[in-house]
């Protein structure tokens, strides 16, 4: 049977109307103020189980597509549901589903709760939009709709100064980065006459339009390097991981940055395609290689010398995003495309598992102790071994040991910087992971090796485990069995240059 195109919209669609939907009922849920409303977590959950399940449904019978949802030119359609997309969802409904299962016995949220489960909703929805954006008006609204939500959600706990500051930091910097983009969008715009992300890589094929061409690329890339943690416009991130409860901040590194991200390979990997002339392609690697060499450095370095793990993690989040920026210098070449893409879908998908686990542990423990001290962890393998283990199982795939999935997501990455010619940037990258065993090491050794500081016993509750369950089943997973991921990744390299 065919699907008519009101039919064949709704169904596609129908993964991002069911979060709608769990928007509205959660608000109306929350009627009970100031108090504990456990059916609120269990909704936003069952929400996220759902949008899955219908996600899934809806790539079923009509996948793979022979054409995109939009008008009958598949070049000028709006929205594009192909593999990049259910890749995007995935990591979307991914990233809601482990901060739910976090933040189901947070004390953060006793008056607020409604509030924070409908904003992960809505920010997830936003993730799911611009995944399936072929014009730049979708992308942009999808990912200003995860913005908004994000400022509204740093800030909830408004009484508490340290949040309003983190919020209002995130908010400044986060308009500044939008006015970026919006700008860079509006030279494409009037290069091309068309919001189409097909039609920006027409830019580079002419001459005398690569220079504004170059310009409009950069704003872009700095306007999303700021969410994706990108030095120089890392500034501000250490500062809103520190004043913003653990729950939240789990979200932005795990969803957050994978969404920016997403947003740079829509741009970078489908928008602006190779081959380019020698000249543009020297200058666009160059460019991103040096500030790719400076993230890994500034982000390890930092890393180093932390004494709260808000702060680690966010340096450690830095650190990877150096290392993502390797599939975007090795992809202009043509030798280095596959790999490219097999490193930065694995790491993206491989990020959002590993960091998501140590920030599950981390709730854990700030929850037991009221503390965010790294020395709070001495004695941890000691006084709850499972996240314990999780926990350095996390830090050991972060930094990149077999054969944990973090491993293969570096090697590929690595191997498509010296396929693609680029090595310093694979040997950058080696040495920053060696440097990443010291501090990853560090606190490995603190739970195993040291003496506990405080006597407080680190409560576990069954949600957060079953999220550090799903994290530890992925992380050995996906590292044993990668080449089934690899597949995958291969049918989303032919759905980029579809």
Known sequence: MTLGFDTLYLRMFSPIIILFVGVVLTFVADLRKNER????????????????????????DIFPYSDTVGVPDSNLSTFHFGDFYLFGAILALSAGVLVTLGSWYSNWFDQDQGFFYALIQLAVAGFIILSASENFIPLILGYEILSIATYALISLKKERKSAAEAGIKYFLVGSLSTSMILFGTSIFFGLTHSLQLSTVGQVFAESDQQVLGFLAASFIFAGVGFKASIVPFHAVIPDVYDGADYSIVNFLAIASKNAAFFVLAKIFLRGIMPPFDDEFQNTLAIAITIIAIITMIIGNLGALVQTTMKRFLAYSGISHAGFMLIAIVAYVSDDGQVDAVNGLTLHMFAYLFMTGAAFLVAILVSQSVKSDELYHYKGLGKTNIFASFVLAISFLSLAGIP?????????YLFKAAIESGYYILAIVGIIMSAVSFFYYGRIIKYMFADESVTETEIRSFFPTIFGLLICLVIMFGFGLWSDSFISFSEDILADLLS
Not at 403 to 411: N, Q
């Open 403 to 411: 054969p944990l999935i973090g491993f293969w997501s570096k090697f």
């Open 37 to 60: 409303n456990p059916l609120l977590p269990a909704m936003s959950l069952a929400f996220f189980i759902s949008s899955f399940i219908a996600l899934f449904l809806s790539m079923t």
